[in-house]
């Protein structure tokens, strides 16, 4: 496993924890990687989907550095609206209740996902149409378009609203679209590309082309090359076209830390296995993406074994695991630090799950 670079405060934090898990927010790394991603994507909207990490401090620290937030739920409209009252809100997501769609006019931009959701929209709005164009998409770690999949449109399904567009309240502005996850910029744009050529053919001017900004667990070093995604949509973008990106991952995944202690350290069958006082229920990420979370270990003087290890939590399940064999010195009272757990990580997971206690949240402050 490369090193990793822990900051002073996460040190600190580990130094005292006990058995409860703590997740941490470098709140002022994330103020400097957002401060140098808005440098990059110069000319280019930048709202935060929100739903990546809703964490209010988060939302606050992000806040200077974004043109607006992207959520994709009622929920979500509340909490950002109590943190952040007046920030430009566009509210996405495949499926709307009434009651949501009731928020539409106070919306700065509103997704619209089919013909049905349109005919729903009694009140007027500023709606983007989201679109799933028929295109090759590869390389990605989740799929959402690009073929048959519940989000957004098909062209006949834009060719619907826009016929529906006469007698409905709503002002259409453009075209939104969200393709994949974990793309890189090269791929990002040429689907950027496709998007603008069919969103030109209609006469449309403003584009909200997705987040999916490639995030690689493997490799805890690489970044996404914000300055050639940038510079490739400057290049793109012709006069008075608004162009606007929606990350979320790739924005907050390296601000959080999820520390756990070393509970016990077993061979079982030949093979060594970590079980730590926190597990999967605060921080699933690994589960669902499949990958081995990385992680630095922060001895409290144990005198740790090396060589292969499974890092696990406790819960009753054998996919309660954060890392497969990995090499690790480490001895029951150390700390695991996992890194990366910034984005779809406290907040996608199964909290009551075995009704452990929930992790204490600390924040690093910004500078
Ligand atoms: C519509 C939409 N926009 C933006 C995002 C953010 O994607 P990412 O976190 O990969 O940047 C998602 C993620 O699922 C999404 O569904």
Redesign the pocket.
């Known amino acids: 496993m490369t090193t990793i670079e822990v900051p002073d405060g996460v040190r600190k934090i580990a130094e005292s924890l006990d058995d409860v898990p703590a997740y941490v927010y470098d709140l002022a790394g994330l103020a400097r990687h957002a401060a140098a991603v808005r440098v990059a994507m110069a000319g280019t909207e930048i709202c935060y989907?929100v739903?990546?990490n809703p964490d209010a401090e988060v939302l606050r620290v992000l806040a200077p550095y974004v043109d607006g937030f992207?959520v994709s739920s009622g929920g979500e409209f509340a909490h950002v609206r109590s943190v952040l009252p007046e920030v430009p809100l566009s509210f996405?997501g495949p499926g709307k209740t009434d009651a949501e769609l009731a928020l539409a006019p106070s919306a700065y931009r509103w997704h619209v996902e089919s013909p049905a959701e349109l005919r729903r929209m009694r009140a007027p709005a500023d709606v983007l149409l989201r679109v799933n164009l028929d295109l090759p998409v590869t390389g990605a770690a989740l799929t959402?378009g690009g073929g048959a999949t519940p989000f957004g449109m098909d062209p006949g399904g834009i060719a619907e609203c826009l016929a529906l567009l006469g007698s409905s309240p709503v002002r259409l502005r453009g075209l939104h679209t969200?393709l994949a996850?974990?793309l890189d910029a090269p791929d990002l744009l040429a689907l950027a590309e496709a998007v603008l050529a069919y969103g030109r053919g209609l006469g449309l001017r403003e584009f909200n082309l997705?987040?999916?900004?490639a995030v690689s667990y493997t490799r805890p070093h690489e970044r996404f090359d914000w300055a050639a995604y940038g510079a490739g949509l400057r290049a793109l973008a012709r006069p008075g076209e608004t162009l606007r990106v929606?990350?979320?991952?790739?924005l907050t995944a390296y601000c959080g830390w999820y520390l756990t202690t070393v509970l016990d350290v077993k061979r079982v069958h030949g093979e060594r296995f970590a079980v730590l006082s926190g597990g999967t229920h605060h921080l699933r990420t690994p589960v669902t993406k499949g990958h081995d979370q990385p992680f630095v270990v922060l001895p409290r003087g144990g005198g740790g074994e090396d060589g292969p290890v499974t890092l696990v939590g406790r819960l009753c399940t054998p996919k309660d695991v954060f890392a497969r064999r990995v090499t690790a010195s480490l001895a029951a009272g150390d700390v695991v630090a996992f890194a990366m757990a910034g984005?779809y990580a406290w907040n996608i997971s199964h909290h009551d799950f075995l009704m452990h206690p929930k992790p204490e949240f600390h924040h690093l402050p910004a500078d």
């Open positions: 989907a739903k990546a992207e996405g959402m969200h996850s974990g997705g987040g999916g900004m929606e990350p979320g991952r790739a984005a």
